[in-house]
């Protein structure tokens, strides 16, 4: 044994710098968070659909009808028959679309759809017009047809 007294242990090394996307942002502040919205509502894609086929189906009656009118072929019930669905898909978009908007409007924002909603409640009161005129002026033609023209 020595005189000498002991040296004590050299420190550890320090540890490796810590990389910078491990460092903790204490320093960012996020701000007021926007609510983030809920779950969509089925009934307003249902309104968009039975609306929008409702206008198709009056369309195309439309287009039957005038060339069954303009060539004189015996199609004039076409509109009717396409008339008549068309204003059943037409108010069925519509209540639904009504529906949807104010489920949304009830549930304070956390529900989306409320734009699907209001334009399934347009195309489906527009169906229901153009199928509603369709289906008049499919009768009154057919009924033109049938018992000739009326007495003046």
């Known amino acids: 044994m020595s005189a000498e007294p002991e040296k004590p242990a050299p420190p550890p090394p320090p540890p490796p710098p810590v990389p910078p996307h491990q460092i903790a942002p204490y ?3 996020a701000g007021p968070q926007a609510p983030q919205p809920g779950p969509a509502d089925g009934r307003a894609l249902a ?3 039975t609306g929008s086929i409702g206008l198709i189906l009056a369309l195309t009656a439309i287009l039957f009808g005038a060339t069954a009118y303009l060539f004189g072929i015996d199609y004039l019930l ?3 028959l396409l008339g008549v669905p068309a204003m059943v898909l037409g ?7 009504r529906s949807s908007r104010e489920r949304s409007k009830e549930s ?8 699907t909603a209001s334009t ?19 009768i009154v033609l057919y009924l033109v ?5 009326p007495p003046v």
């Open 27 to 29: 320093y960012q502040y």
């Open 47 to 49: 309104a968009l659909l």
């Open 78 to 80: 076409l509109g009717l």
């Open 91 to 97: 108010s069925l978009g519509y209540f639904l679309g």
């Open 108 to 115: 304070q924002a956390t529900m989306v759809g409320r734009g």
């Open 120 to 138: 399934g409640l347009a195309i489906g009161v527009a169906a229901t017009a153009i199928g509603a005129t369709v289906t008049v002026v499919a």
């Open 145 to 149: 047809a049938v018992f000739g023209e």
